[in-house]
RNA sequence: GCCCUCAUCGUCUAGAGGCCUAGGACGCCGCCCUUUCAAGGCGGAGAUCAGGGGUUCGAAUCCCCUUGAGGGCGCCA
Protein backbone atom coordinates (compact mmCIF):
# COMPACT_ATOMS: atom_id res chain seq x y z
CA UNK A 1 0.00 0.00 0.00
CA UNK A 2 1.04 3.34 -0.83
CA UNK A 3 1.66 5.30 2.06
CA UNK A 4 -0.33 9.22 2.27
CA UNK A 5 0.10 11.04 4.67
CA UNK A 6 -1.21 14.52 5.39
CA UNK A 7 -1.07 17.55 7.64
CA UNK A 8 -4.11 19.68 7.66
CA UNK A 9 -4.02 22.45 9.56
CA UNK A 10 -7.07 25.57 9.95
CA UNK A 11 -5.81 28.76 8.76
CA UNK A 12 -6.61 30.94 12.09
CA UNK A 13 -3.18 31.63 12.83
CA UNK A 14 0.42 31.29 12.50
CA UNK A 15 1.91 27.72 12.85
CA UNK A 16 2.67 27.33 16.58
CA UNK A 17 4.64 24.68 17.75
CA UNK A 18 2.67 21.63 18.24
CA UNK A 19 1.23 22.02 14.80
CA UNK A 20 5.15 21.67 13.41
CA UNK A 21 5.65 18.58 15.46
CA UNK A 22 2.37 17.26 13.87
CA UNK A 23 3.74 18.34 10.60
CA UNK A 24 7.02 17.33 11.17
CA UNK A 25 6.07 13.76 12.60
CA UNK A 26 4.04 13.36 9.44
CA UNK A 27 6.78 14.61 6.99
CA UNK A 28 9.35 12.23 8.47
CA UNK A 29 6.73 9.08 8.15
CA UNK A 30 6.66 9.73 4.41
CA UNK A 31 10.15 10.33 4.03
CA UNK A 32 11.11 7.12 6.31
CA UNK A 33 8.54 5.17 4.11
CA UNK A 34 9.39 6.64 0.75
CA UNK A 35 5.74 8.16 1.18
CA UNK A 36 3.54 11.31 0.05
CA UNK A 37 3.58 13.77 1.87
CA UNK A 38 0.11 16.02 1.74
CA UNK A 39 -0.30 19.69 2.99
CA UNK A 40 -4.31 20.46 3.30
CA UNK A 41 -5.80 23.59 4.21
CA UNK A 42 -9.06 23.03 6.83
CA UNK A 43 -10.66 26.85 6.61
CA UNK A 44 -14.33 25.40 7.48
CA UNK A 45 -14.17 28.15 10.30
CA UNK A 46 -15.42 30.99 7.99
CA UNK A 47 -15.41 33.05 10.33
CA UNK A 48 -11.63 32.62 11.97
CA UNK A 49 -9.90 31.81 8.83
CA UNK A 50 -8.05 34.19 7.22
CA UNK A 51 -5.62 33.93 4.02
CA UNK A 52 -2.80 35.83 5.53
CA UNK A 53 -2.84 32.97 8.19
CA UNK A 54 -2.71 30.63 5.85
CA UNK A 55 0.61 32.30 3.82
CA UNK A 56 2.37 32.65 7.20
CA UNK A 57 1.75 28.65 7.59
CA UNK A 58 3.14 27.76 4.64
CA UNK A 59 6.16 30.59 5.18
CA UNK A 60 7.00 28.80 8.35
CA UNK A 61 6.32 24.87 6.76
CA UNK A 62 9.25 25.67 4.08
CA UNK A 63 11.64 27.28 6.48
CA UNK A 64 10.99 24.28 8.65
CA UNK A 65 11.80 22.52 5.73
CA UNK A 66 9.21 20.39 5.89
CA UNK A 67 7.94 20.68 1.47
CA UNK A 68 5.15 18.54 0.73
CA UNK A 69 4.90 16.64 -2.54
CA UNK A 70 0.68 17.66 -3.06
CA UNK A 71 -1.40 20.01 -1.33
CA UNK A 72 -2.26 23.83 -1.60
CA UNK A 73 0.52 26.71 -2.50
CA UNK A 74 1.11 30.03 -1.62
CA UNK A 75 -0.79 31.93 -4.15
CA UNK A 76 -3.58 29.84 -4.65
CA UNK A 77 -1.86 27.18 -6.79
CA UNK A 78 -1.78 24.07 -6.24
CA UNK A 79 0.06 20.51 -6.27
CA UNK A 80 -1.09 17.58 -7.03
CA UNK A 81 -4.20 15.09 -8.29
CA UNK A 82 -6.56 15.16 -5.53
CA UNK A 83 -7.10 18.48 -5.39
CA UNK A 84 -8.43 21.46 -4.67
CA UNK A 85 -6.40 20.95 -1.69
CA UNK A 86 -8.32 23.48 0.19
CA UNK A 87 -11.74 22.71 2.15
CA UNK A 88 -13.55 25.57 0.56
CA UNK A 89 -12.67 25.06 -2.49
CA UNK A 90 -14.05 21.56 -2.43
CA UNK A 91 -17.04 22.94 -0.87
CA UNK A 92 -17.65 24.89 -3.72
CA UNK A 93 -16.74 21.99 -5.71
CA UNK A 94 -19.50 20.62 -4.22
CA UNK A 95 -17.92 17.80 -2.60
CA UNK A 96 -19.57 17.31 0.62
CA UNK A 97 -22.58 18.34 -0.35
CA UNK A 98 -22.47 15.24 -2.62
CA UNK A 99 -21.74 12.90 0.28
CA UNK A 100 -23.98 14.33 3.02
CA UNK A 101 -27.12 14.10 0.77
CA UNK A 102 -25.89 10.41 0.03
CA UNK A 103 -26.16 9.84 3.83
CA UNK A 104 -29.68 11.78 4.10
CA UNK A 105 -30.96 9.53 1.34
CA UNK A 106 -29.58 6.73 2.96
CA UNK A 107 -31.40 7.55 6.40
CA UNK A 108 -28.14 7.43 8.08
CA UNK A 109 -28.40 11.50 8.73
CA UNK A 110 -31.21 13.88 9.37
CA UNK A 111 -32.08 17.53 9.37
CA UNK A 112 -31.46 19.38 12.68
CA UNK A 113 -33.75 22.39 13.12
CA UNK A 114 -32.64 23.33 16.86
CA UNK A 115 -31.38 26.97 17.14
CA UNK A 116 -27.74 27.54 19.33
CA UNK A 117 -29.90 28.84 22.02
CA UNK A 118 -31.73 25.60 22.30
CA UNK A 119 -28.68 23.31 22.23
CA UNK A 120 -27.31 25.23 25.01
CA UNK A 121 -30.34 25.18 27.19
CA UNK A 122 -29.77 21.39 26.77
CA UNK A 123 -26.32 21.24 27.79
CA UNK A 124 -27.07 23.58 31.02
CA UNK A 125 -29.80 21.45 31.94
CA UNK A 126 -27.94 18.00 31.07
CA UNK A 127 -24.87 19.70 33.44
CA UNK A 128 -27.32 20.42 35.75
CA UNK A 129 -29.03 16.74 35.78
CA UNK A 130 -25.40 15.59 35.64
CA UNK A 131 -26.24 13.62 32.60
CA UNK A 132 -23.74 13.96 29.64
CA UNK A 133 -23.71 16.91 27.54
CA UNK A 134 -24.41 15.04 24.24
CA UNK A 135 -26.89 16.54 21.54
CA UNK A 136 -30.05 14.16 22.72
CA UNK A 137 -31.17 13.43 18.97
CA UNK A 138 -34.55 15.29 19.31
CA UNK A 139 -35.06 15.99 15.75
CA UNK A 140 -33.90 12.30 14.64
CA UNK A 141 -37.84 11.95 14.18
CA UNK A 142 -39.01 14.84 13.19
CA UNK A 143 -42.13 14.34 11.07
CA UNK A 144 -42.67 16.33 7.73
CA UNK A 145 -44.73 18.61 9.26
CA UNK A 146 -42.55 19.53 11.96
CA UNK A 147 -39.70 20.08 9.39
CA UNK A 148 -41.86 21.99 7.33
CA UNK A 149 -43.10 23.98 10.18
CA UNK A 150 -39.43 24.94 11.06
CA UNK A 151 -38.99 25.81 7.42
CA UNK A 152 -41.65 28.11 7.25
CA UNK A 153 -40.09 29.85 10.31
CA UNK A 154 -37.07 30.57 8.41
CA UNK A 155 -35.02 28.20 10.45
CA UNK A 156 -31.90 26.74 8.23
CA UNK A 157 -31.36 23.20 9.15
CA UNK A 158 -28.11 21.37 9.77
CA UNK A 159 -27.27 17.76 8.87
CA UNK A 160 -26.20 15.59 11.39
CA UNK A 161 -25.58 11.94 11.23
CA UNK A 162 -27.00 9.04 12.68
CA UNK A 163 -24.58 8.16 14.77
CA UNK A 164 -25.74 3.78 16.07
CA UNK A 165 -26.98 3.68 19.24
CA UNK A 166 -25.82 0.74 20.50
CA UNK A 167 -22.28 -1.56 20.11
CA UNK A 168 -18.99 -0.92 19.92
CA UNK A 169 -16.28 1.27 17.80
CA UNK A 170 -12.77 -0.32 18.21
CA UNK A 171 -9.57 0.90 16.13
CA UNK A 172 -5.89 0.14 16.93
CA UNK A 173 -3.95 3.22 17.04
CA UNK A 174 -0.55 2.92 16.17
CA UNK A 175 0.60 4.34 18.88
CA UNK A 176 -1.89 3.61 21.89
CA UNK A 177 -2.64 -0.04 20.49
CA UNK A 178 -6.27 -1.30 21.28
CA UNK A 179 -8.62 1.72 21.52
CA UNK A 180 -12.65 1.43 22.41
CA UNK A 181 -15.56 3.10 22.63
CA UNK A 182 -19.38 3.06 23.61
CA UNK A 183 -21.17 3.47 20.64
CA UNK A 184 -23.83 4.85 23.15
CA UNK A 185 -21.56 7.72 24.20
CA UNK A 186 -21.03 8.91 20.74
CA UNK A 187 -23.53 11.20 19.75
CA UNK A 188 -25.02 12.89 16.18
CA UNK A 189 -22.40 15.23 15.39
CA UNK A 190 -23.11 17.62 12.44
CA UNK A 191 -21.99 17.36 9.10
CA UNK A 192 -22.85 20.45 7.47
CA UNK A 193 -23.84 23.33 9.62
CA UNK A 194 -26.64 25.93 8.65
CA UNK A 195 -24.32 27.83 6.54
CA UNK A 196 -23.62 24.98 3.96
CA UNK A 197 -19.89 24.87 5.20
CA UNK A 198 -18.98 21.31 6.31
CA UNK A 199 -17.73 20.65 10.19
CA UNK A 200 -14.01 19.49 10.60
CA UNK A 201 -15.21 16.05 11.50
CA UNK A 202 -17.23 15.12 8.03
CA UNK A 203 -14.47 17.22 5.84
CA UNK A 204 -11.42 15.84 7.74
CA UNK A 205 -13.01 12.36 6.85
CA UNK A 206 -14.42 12.64 3.47
CA UNK A 207 -11.36 14.15 2.38
CA UNK A 208 -8.75 11.64 4.27
CA UNK A 209 -11.02 8.94 1.96
CA UNK A 210 -10.79 11.21 -1.54
CA UNK A 211 -7.25 11.64 -0.55
CA UNK A 212 -6.53 8.42 -0.20
CA UNK A 213 -4.83 9.11 2.86
CA UNK A 214 -3.60 5.70 4.75
CA UNK A 215 -2.18 7.31 7.68
CA UNK A 216 -3.47 9.38 10.02
CA UNK A 217 -1.25 11.38 12.02
CA UNK A 218 -2.88 14.00 14.63
CA UNK A 219 -2.65 15.08 18.06
CA UNK A 220 -4.13 13.25 21.20
CA UNK A 221 -6.80 15.57 21.40
CA UNK A 222 -8.19 14.20 17.63
CA UNK A 223 -8.64 10.66 19.84
CA UNK A 224 -12.32 11.34 20.87
CA UNK A 225 -12.97 12.37 17.17
CA UNK A 226 -11.90 9.34 15.79
CA UNK A 227 -14.48 6.44 17.19
CA UNK A 228 -16.91 9.50 15.24
CA UNK A 229 -15.10 9.52 11.89
CA UNK A 230 -15.00 5.91 12.13
CA UNK A 231 -18.60 5.57 12.23
CA UNK A 232 -19.05 7.94 9.28
CA UNK A 233 -16.77 5.36 7.16
CA UNK A 234 -18.60 2.60 8.31
CA UNK A 235 -21.83 4.48 6.82
CA UNK A 236 -20.24 5.64 3.61
CA UNK A 237 -18.94 1.96 3.04
CA UNK A 238 -15.29 3.26 2.87
CA UNK A 239 -11.94 1.45 4.21
CA UNK A 240 -10.52 4.02 6.99
CA UNK A 241 -7.09 4.62 7.48
CA UNK A 242 -4.83 3.71 10.45
CA UNK A 243 -4.65 6.59 12.68
CA UNK A 244 -1.58 7.37 15.11
CA UNK A 245 -2.25 9.77 17.88
CA UNK A 246 0.69 11.97 19.28
CA UNK A 247 0.83 13.06 22.63
CA UNK A 248 0.53 16.85 23.37
CA UNK A 249 2.83 19.89 24.24
CA UNK A 250 2.26 21.15 27.39
CA UNK A 251 3.96 24.45 29.19
CA UNK A 252 6.14 24.17 32.43
CA UNK A 253 3.51 24.49 34.48
CA UNK A 254 1.86 21.06 32.94
CA UNK A 255 -1.00 23.00 31.25
CA UNK A 256 -1.54 23.07 27.44
CA UNK A 257 0.72 25.46 25.75
CA UNK A 258 -0.14 28.66 25.32
CA UNK A 259 0.93 32.42 24.91
CA UNK A 260 1.46 32.47 28.24
CA UNK A 261 4.14 30.07 28.58
CA UNK A 262 5.89 32.63 25.97
CA UNK A 263 6.55 32.08 22.31
CA UNK A 264 4.27 29.25 20.74
CA UNK A 265 4.49 29.76 17.10
CA UNK A 266 7.19 29.23 14.79
CA UNK A 267 7.76 32.25 13.39
CA UNK A 268 8.43 33.61 16.84
CA UNK A 269 11.81 30.93 17.39
CA UNK A 270 12.68 32.17 13.40
CA UNK A 271 12.89 35.56 14.90
CA UNK A 272 14.39 35.01 18.40
CA UNK A 273 17.03 33.23 16.10
CA UNK A 274 16.58 29.73 16.47
CA UNK A 275 17.55 27.55 13.63
CA UNK A 276 14.83 25.43 11.60
CA UNK A 277 17.48 22.63 11.87
CA UNK A 278 17.54 23.08 16.22
CA UNK A 279 13.32 23.00 15.89
CA UNK A 280 13.18 20.27 13.97
CA UNK A 281 15.39 18.30 15.84
CA UNK A 282 14.29 19.51 18.94
CA UNK A 283 10.50 19.36 18.26
CA UNK A 284 11.43 15.53 16.98
CA UNK A 285 12.55 14.95 20.34
CA UNK A 286 8.98 15.58 22.13
CA UNK A 287 7.66 12.55 21.77
CA UNK A 288 9.50 10.22 20.13
CA UNK A 289 12.87 9.12 20.98
CA UNK A 290 15.52 6.47 19.56
CA UNK A 291 16.57 3.75 21.79
CA UNK A 292 19.84 4.71 22.47
CA UNK A 293 18.05 8.33 23.54
CA UNK A 294 20.05 10.00 20.76
CA UNK A 295 19.94 13.71 20.82
CA UNK A 296 21.64 15.34 18.13
CA UNK A 297 20.55 14.27 14.52
CA UNK A 298 23.35 14.68 11.51
CA UNK A 299 20.92 16.03 8.41
CA UNK A 300 18.59 13.28 6.95
CA UNK A 301 19.50 11.25 10.41
CA UNK A 302 15.79 11.94 11.22
CA UNK A 303 13.82 11.31 8.19
CA UNK A 304 16.35 7.76 8.02
CA UNK A 305 15.68 6.97 12.14
CA UNK A 306 11.97 8.26 12.37
CA UNK A 307 9.13 5.47 13.47
CA UNK A 308 5.86 5.63 15.61
CA UNK A 309 7.24 2.92 17.51
CA UNK A 310 9.69 5.55 19.33
CA UNK A 311 6.60 7.60 20.14
CA UNK A 312 5.66 8.20 23.66
CA UNK A 313 2.08 7.72 24.56
CA UNK A 314 2.39 10.68 27.49
CA UNK A 315 2.15 14.33 26.85
CA UNK A 316 5.83 16.03 27.11
CA UNK A 317 6.64 19.54 28.38
CA UNK A 318 8.11 21.71 25.96
CA UNK A 319 11.59 22.88 27.50
CA UNK A 320 13.07 26.35 26.16
CA UNK A 321 16.33 25.97 28.07
CA UNK A 322 17.07 22.33 26.48
CA UNK A 323 16.06 24.25 22.79
CA UNK A 324 18.83 27.14 23.30
CA UNK A 325 21.39 24.12 24.41
CA UNK A 326 20.41 22.12 21.38
CA UNK A 327 20.46 25.79 19.22
CA UNK A 328 24.14 26.44 20.24
CA UNK A 329 25.01 23.30 19.42
CA UNK A 330 23.71 23.95 15.54
CA UNK A 331 25.13 27.17 15.79
CA UNK A 332 28.61 25.83 16.52
CA UNK A 333 28.54 23.37 13.27
CA UNK A 334 28.07 26.20 11.09
CA UNK A 335 30.54 26.76 8.46
CA UNK A 336 31.72 30.34 8.79
CA UNK A 337 29.73 31.97 5.64
CA UNK A 338 26.43 30.22 7.33
CA UNK A 339 26.76 31.53 10.33
CA UNK A 340 27.44 35.29 8.76
CA UNK A 341 24.75 35.02 6.60
CA UNK A 342 22.30 34.23 9.39
CA UNK A 343 23.70 36.51 11.50
CA UNK A 344 23.62 39.37 9.09
CA UNK A 345 19.80 40.36 9.28
CA UNK A 346 20.40 40.24 12.89
CA UNK A 347 23.25 42.95 13.05
CA UNK A 348 21.21 44.83 10.45
CA UNK A 349 17.93 44.94 12.47
CA UNK A 350 19.72 46.02 15.75
CA UNK A 351 21.16 49.08 13.90
CA UNK A 352 24.55 47.71 13.11
CA UNK A 353 26.55 49.21 10.31
CA UNK A 354 28.08 45.98 9.46
CA UNK A 355 29.37 47.42 5.59
CA UNK A 356 31.99 49.62 7.97
CA UNK A 357 33.74 46.43 8.25
CA UNK A 358 34.46 44.48 4.72
CA UNK A 359 32.23 41.07 4.38
CA UNK A 360 35.66 38.68 4.92
CA UNK A 361 36.17 41.03 8.14
CA UNK A 362 32.58 41.42 9.11
CA UNK A 363 32.34 37.39 9.02
CA UNK A 364 35.88 36.96 10.64
CA UNK A 365 34.74 39.14 13.39
CA UNK A 366 31.28 37.33 13.93
CA UNK A 367 32.99 34.08 14.20
CA UNK A 368 35.14 34.77 16.53
CA UNK A 369 32.38 34.11 18.90
CA UNK A 370 30.50 31.43 17.27
CA UNK A 371 31.01 28.69 20.15
CA UNK A 372 29.10 31.33 22.43
CA UNK A 373 26.19 31.78 20.87
CA UNK A 374 22.63 30.21 21.50
CA UNK A 375 20.13 32.36 19.81
CA UNK A 376 21.25 34.40 16.71
CA UNK A 377 19.57 37.15 17.92
CA UNK A 378 22.01 37.78 20.86
CA UNK A 379 24.76 37.81 18.20
CA UNK A 380 24.64 42.26 17.66
CA UNK A 381 24.89 42.62 21.58
CA UNK A 382 27.89 40.67 22.39
CA UNK A 383 30.10 41.98 19.32
CA UNK A 384 28.73 45.24 18.52
CA UNK A 385 31.97 47.05 20.07
CA UNK A 386 33.40 45.88 16.83
CA UNK A 387 31.48 47.98 14.82
CA UNK A 388 30.71 51.18 16.87
CA UNK A 389 32.02 53.40 19.25
CA UNK A 390 32.98 51.83 22.31
CA UNK A 391 30.82 51.97 25.51
CA UNK A 392 32.33 51.27 29.29
CA UNK A 393 29.95 49.36 31.21
CA UNK A 394 29.55 50.48 34.59
CA UNK A 395 30.14 47.27 36.03
CA UNK A 396 32.97 46.80 34.26
CA UNK A 397 34.65 50.15 35.10
CA UNK A 398 33.82 49.26 38.86
CA UNK A 399 35.18 45.92 38.53
CA UNK A 400 38.59 46.96 37.11
CA UNK A 401 39.10 50.59 36.37
CA UNK A 402 39.31 51.13 40.20
CA UNK A 403 41.81 48.52 41.40
CA UNK A 404 45.68 50.19 41.58
CA UNK A 405 48.47 50.79 38.81
CA UNK A 406 45.57 50.78 35.91
CA UNK A 407 46.64 54.02 34.93
CA UNK A 408 50.28 53.14 34.35
CA UNK A 409 49.41 49.36 33.23
CA UNK A 410 47.08 51.25 29.44
CA UNK A 411 49.74 54.30 29.53
CA UNK A 412 52.63 51.42 29.28
CA UNK A 413 50.74 49.08 27.13
CA UNK A 414 49.80 51.99 24.57
CA UNK A 415 53.57 52.95 24.11
CA UNK A 416 54.34 49.43 23.02
CA UNK A 417 51.38 48.90 20.69
CA UNK A 418 52.76 51.97 19.40
CA UNK A 419 55.69 51.04 18.67
CA UNK A 420 54.43 47.65 17.19
CA UNK A 421 55.25 47.08 13.44
CA UNK A 422 53.27 44.15 12.94
CA UNK A 423 50.32 44.73 14.66
CA UNK A 424 48.96 40.77 15.08
CA UNK A 425 48.00 38.66 17.33
CA UNK A 426 51.14 36.86 18.43
CA UNK A 427 52.86 40.11 18.41
CA UNK A 428 50.38 41.71 20.74
CA UNK A 429 50.33 38.84 23.10
CA UNK A 430 54.50 38.90 23.30
CA UNK A 431 54.28 42.46 24.13
CA UNK A 432 51.78 42.49 26.49
CA UNK A 433 53.33 39.81 27.99
CA UNK A 434 56.41 41.39 27.95
CA UNK A 435 55.44 44.47 29.51
CA UNK A 436 53.63 42.75 31.96
CA UNK A 437 57.14 40.54 33.16
CA UNK A 438 58.93 43.28 33.24
CA UNK A 439 56.96 46.15 35.20
CA UNK A 440 56.30 43.25 37.96
CA UNK A 441 52.60 43.29 36.81
CA UNK A 442 51.05 39.84 37.01
CA UNK A 443 49.69 38.95 33.21
CA UNK A 444 46.05 39.30 34.56
CA UNK A 445 46.47 42.34 36.49
CA UNK A 446 47.31 43.77 32.64
CA UNK A 447 45.28 41.57 30.24
CA UNK A 448 41.76 42.98 32.34
CA UNK A 449 42.43 46.13 32.21
CA UNK A 450 43.29 46.17 28.63
CA UNK A 451 40.20 44.15 27.84
CA UNK A 452 37.92 46.62 29.34
CA UNK A 453 39.73 49.44 27.60
CA UNK A 454 39.37 48.58 24.03
CA UNK A 455 35.69 46.87 24.56
CA UNK A 456 33.94 48.14 27.64
CA UNK A 457 33.23 45.23 28.90
CA UNK A 458 34.46 42.28 30.97
CA UNK A 459 34.16 39.17 28.98
CA UNK A 460 34.70 38.89 25.31
CA UNK A 461 36.35 36.35 22.51
CA UNK A 462 40.45 36.14 23.50
CA UNK A 463 42.43 39.62 24.02
CA UNK A 464 44.71 39.41 21.73
CA UNK A 465 42.14 37.89 18.95
CA UNK A 466 39.76 40.45 19.47
CA UNK A 467 42.55 43.66 19.65
CA UNK A 468 44.32 42.42 16.53
CA UNK A 469 40.85 42.62 14.54
CA UNK A 470 40.13 46.11 16.05
CA UNK A 471 43.35 47.10 14.53
CA UNK A 472 46.21 49.52 16.12
CA UNK A 473 44.50 52.65 15.31
CA UNK A 474 40.78 51.83 17.24
CA UNK A 475 43.01 50.26 19.79
CA UNK A 476 44.91 52.96 20.98
CA UNK A 477 42.18 55.36 19.98
CA UNK A 478 40.38 53.06 22.81
CA UNK A 479 42.83 53.27 25.28
CA UNK A 480 43.17 57.39 25.07
CA UNK A 481 39.46 57.10 26.15
CA UNK A 482 39.88 54.56 28.58
CA UNK A 483 42.59 57.08 30.14
CA UNK A 484 40.54 60.24 29.74
CA UNK A 485 37.59 58.30 31.64
CA UNK A 486 40.06 57.24 34.81
CA UNK A 487 40.80 60.76 35.58
CA UNK A 488 36.77 61.05 36.32
CA UNK A 489 36.65 58.07 38.51
CA UNK A 490 36.92 59.06 42.33
C1' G B 1 -21.09 15.52 35.56
C1' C B 2 -20.06 11.78 31.55
C1' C B 3 -16.41 9.52 28.23
C1' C B 4 -11.36 8.76 26.72
C1' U B 5 -6.14 8.86 27.47
C1' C B 6 -1.70 8.95 30.22
C1' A B 7 1.79 8.12 34.65
C1' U B 8 10.43 6.31 35.11
C1' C B 9 15.44 11.85 37.97
C1' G B 10 13.12 19.20 38.04
C1' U B 11 12.57 18.45 32.32
C1' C B 12 12.99 15.25 27.53
C1' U B 13 13.57 10.14 27.70
C1' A B 14 15.97 4.49 27.57
C1' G B 15 13.47 0.34 29.44
C1' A B 16 8.71 -4.49 26.11
C1' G B 17 9.59 -10.35 33.39
C1' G B 18 15.61 -11.72 35.30
C1' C B 19 21.02 -7.77 31.64
C1' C B 20 18.25 -2.29 36.52
C1' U B 21 22.68 -1.47 42.80
C1' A B 22 17.24 1.96 36.58
C1' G B 23 21.02 4.11 31.29
C1' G B 24 21.46 8.80 28.19
C1' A B 25 20.45 14.18 27.39
C1' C B 26 19.16 19.30 29.25
C1' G B 27 19.61 21.92 33.71
C1' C B 28 22.30 22.11 38.54
C1' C B 29 27.07 21.46 41.54
C1' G B 30 32.52 20.55 41.69
C1' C B 31 37.31 20.00 39.36
C1' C B 32 40.55 20.60 34.97
C1' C B 33 41.75 23.82 30.78
C1' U B 34 42.04 29.33 30.76
C1' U B 35 43.43 36.71 30.68
C1' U B 36 37.50 36.97 30.87
C1' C B 37 32.83 34.90 29.36
C1' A B 38 31.77 30.59 26.79
C1' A B 39 33.00 25.95 24.63
C1' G B 40 35.47 21.36 25.84
C1' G B 41 37.21 17.32 29.29
C1' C B 42 36.40 14.74 33.88
C1' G B 43 33.40 13.79 38.14
C1' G B 44 28.93 14.45 41.37
C1' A B 45 24.07 15.18 43.35
C1' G B 46 19.32 13.91 41.44
C1' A B 47 14.03 8.47 40.31
C1' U B 48 12.03 3.72 47.16
C1' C B 49 10.07 3.57 38.53
C1' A B 50 2.64 8.11 41.39
C1' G B 51 0.40 5.03 45.71
C1' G B 52 -1.86 0.35 47.09
C1' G B 53 -3.09 -4.53 46.01
C1' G B 54 -2.38 -8.92 43.10
C1' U B 55 0.05 -12.62 39.15
C1' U B 56 5.09 -14.84 39.19
C1' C B 57 10.68 -18.32 41.77
C1' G B 58 11.34 -13.13 40.04
C1' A B 59 7.86 -6.81 38.03
C1' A B 60 9.65 -0.22 36.27
C1' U B 61 7.91 -3.95 32.83
C1' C B 62 1.54 -8.10 33.22
C1' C B 63 -3.63 -7.43 35.86
C1' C B 64 -6.93 -4.58 39.27
C1' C B 65 -8.05 -0.35 42.35
C1' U B 66 -6.90 4.59 44.03
C1' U B 67 -4.75 9.20 43.10
C1' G B 68 -2.94 12.85 39.91
C1' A B 69 -2.53 15.06 35.11
C1' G B 70 -4.19 15.89 30.08
C1' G B 71 -7.98 15.62 26.28
C1' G B 72 -13.05 15.48 24.56
C1' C B 73 -18.39 16.16 25.45
C1' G B 74 -19.31 23.10 19.91
C1' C B 75 -23.53 24.75 13.57
C1' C B 76 -14.26 25.36 16.58
C1' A B 77 -10.76 22.58 14.34
Redesign the pocket.
Known amino acids: MNIRVRFAP?PTGHLHIGGARTALFNYLFAKKSGGTFILRI?D??EL?STEESMNSIFESMKWLGLDWDEGAMPDLAEKGNSGPYVQSKRQDAGIYKKHAERLLKEGMAYR?????EE?EDM?RKA?LE??????DGRCRKLSNAQAEDFERQGRR??LRFSMPQEGKTQFVDLI??E????NA?L?DF?MI???G?P???FACAIDDHLMEISNVIRG??????TPLQLNLYNALGWAPPDFAHL??I?GSD???LSKRHGATSVQEYRKQGILAETLRNYLA???W?T???K?IFEKGELEEKFDL??C??????F?P??LK?MN??YI?KLSKQELFLLAKSYMVESGIDIECQSPEKAADIICLEQ??YKLLSEIPSMIDFFFKEVIYSRDAVDKVFRAHGVEVILNGIKDKYSGLGNFNEAEIEAETRNFAKSNGFK??QV??PV?VAVSGR???????KMIERLGKEQTLKRIDKALELLKTLV
Open positions: SETDRCYCTPLRQKRPLRYPAHKMEFEIYIKASYTYNDDHISNSMLGARLLGSSDSQKGQKNPAIDVKWGEREKTGFHRTEGPTLF
